[in-house]
């Protein structure tokens, strides 16, 4: 079966500092909950070799679909913090809150719960702070909780100095269980195994890529790969399958393992522009999103590769309007069966109050060898319609989602960051069987 495949822009958001990381809140009933992070490199004033400071702003936001006389992101938060590198959501309730987790410039790992406030507002309130090392920059964090279970709630961090370390998480405390050197360098990215949470993996600006095994120790890796040629800054262990695991470089590659089997990749997918980041979807197990930094944000499908067929996964949706380095990037699980929300029509703009959640802005755009079909506003705040951009895209035959799939429309909410134009975008994906009556929303 042939598909046509759409990206649409809902919104941009103006985030001031450089943005570089993203995340929707996986914990119901707040799949509405989106927390964006900034990096912001302060140069010392006077002498040359003055030491230079890294600040940052934690943004929580709301996404109302209801109506469609205004934006649906709405900021109910910001908060001056150190410069964060990474943001992650722990995948179930801890004591019935969310639990957000933060790796920050200053090398400490904060945890903040999102509460109800005292103005009646969901806000983030700080829980927990634990230095992972003095002098050094925590770079990631991931939880073990990715396949929603809540009998062992732990954190692993990587960070500037090339280590590892892994945290418990009890009665709103962090302890640290081990701390190890993994890397040479940077050890950009350390994730989980979400089926065997004793395995961690971490990849560092040595090219390594490496395996732990918290039951014997980290004193040796149980595997280390060489098979990315740069630095490994992106591993996700995918919730539907056991043993899948993906992992992407500067390299511009996206590799496919089976844990079992760490010698060879299953599969290698070439995306450019270095890949920062890497999700599966929070429910069809095929689907991969990739923030490729020079080179925009990509969803691959990657069944065929995961059943033993080989080759490169087939990219079946882009977004291509960020105009900077893509960094963050990350699934909504709020479902879009209704017609995506239409663009007001544009008012003057209002003088924005502190925290007030201004900074919207409509995007002009313009790229000849886009591939995908993206729907943009013009001067008046409508949006073009489709065909204007660029053609009308048919993902490749054969390909179905997942294996219950029926052929019906679907659409997911995604949301994305790039870094020195310091933008925030919220967009939907729409994905169509070509058989399917095509039936445009009324705006």
Not at 247 to 275: A, C
Not at 332 to 342: D, G, T
Not at 363 to 378: H, M, R, V
Request: glycine share 8%; with cysteine.
């Amino acid at each position: 079966m042939a598909w046509k495949s759409r990206t649409r822009n809902l919104q941009v958001f103006d985030t001031e500092l450089s943005a570089d990381t993203v995340e929707w809140c996986p914990v119901s009933p707040s799949h509405d909950i989106l927390v964006c992070g900034t990096y912001q490199l302060q140069k010392g004033a006077g002498e040359a070799d003055a030491t230079p400071s890294r600040t940052g702003r934690l943004y929580l936001f709301e996404f109302r679909r209801e109506g469609s006389t205004g934006p649906p992101l709405t900021e109910l938060q910001r908060a001056d913090t150190p410069a964060v590198l990474d943001l992650k959501w722990c995948h179930v309730p801890v004591s019935g809150e969310a639990v957000l987790g933060m790796a920050a410039a200053t090398g400490e790992l904060r945890l903040y719960t999102l509460s109800d406030s005292q103005e009646g507002g969901r806000g983030l309130h700080t829980l927990s702070s634990l230095e992972v090392g003095a002098e050094r920059l925590a770079l990631s964090l991931d939880w073990s909780t990715g396949r929603m279970d809540s009998s062992d709630v732990r954190v692993v961090c990587s960070d500037s100095a090339g280590c590892v370390s892994v945290f418990s998480l009890a009665e709103g405390a962090l302890m640290a269980l081990s701390q190890w050197k993994a890397h040479d360098f940077e050890a950009w990215i350390s994730a989980f195994s979400y089926w065997d949470t004793q395995l961690v993996y971490s990849g560092g600006d040595d090219c390594k890529l490496k395996g732990w095994d918290l039951r014997v120790g980290p004193s040796c890796p149980t595997f280390t790969s060489k098979r990315h040629s740069m630095g490994v800054c992106s591993i996700h262990s995918n919730p539907h399958r056991e043993h899948v695991l993906a992992t992407g470089s500067y390299d511009e590659q996206v590799l496919l393992w089976d844990g079992r089997n760490m010698r060879q990749p299953l599969s290698e997918s070439p995306l450019g522009g270095g890949v920062w980041r890497l999700k599966w979807h929070p429910t069809r197990q095929h689907l991969l999103l990739a923030a490729c930094m020079h080179n925009d944000f990509h969803v691959l499908h990657c069944q065929q590769a995961l059943e033993g067929s080989g080759g490169a996964c087939p990219v079946v949706a882009s977004y291509i309007l960020h105009n900077s380095l893509a960094y963050g990037a990350d699934w909504s699980q709020l479902s879009l069966e209704e017609p995506a929300p239409c663009s007001p029509p544009a008012a003057e703009p209002k003088e924005s109050l502190p925290g007030s959640g201004g900074g919207h802005l409509r995007i002009q755009y313009e790229s000849p060898t886009a591939s995908f079909d993206t729907s943009l506003e013009d001067d008046t705040g409508r949006y073009i319609p489709e065909g204007t951009v660029a053609p009308s895209a048919t993902g490749p035959a054969g390909l179905a989602l997942d294996s219950d799939e029926d052929g019906a429309p679907l659409s997911w909410l995604l949301a994305s960051c790039s870094f020195y134009d310091h933008m925030l975008h919220v967009w939907r994906w729409d994905w169509t069987p070509e058989e399917a009556p095509q039936v445009p929303p009324q705006c």
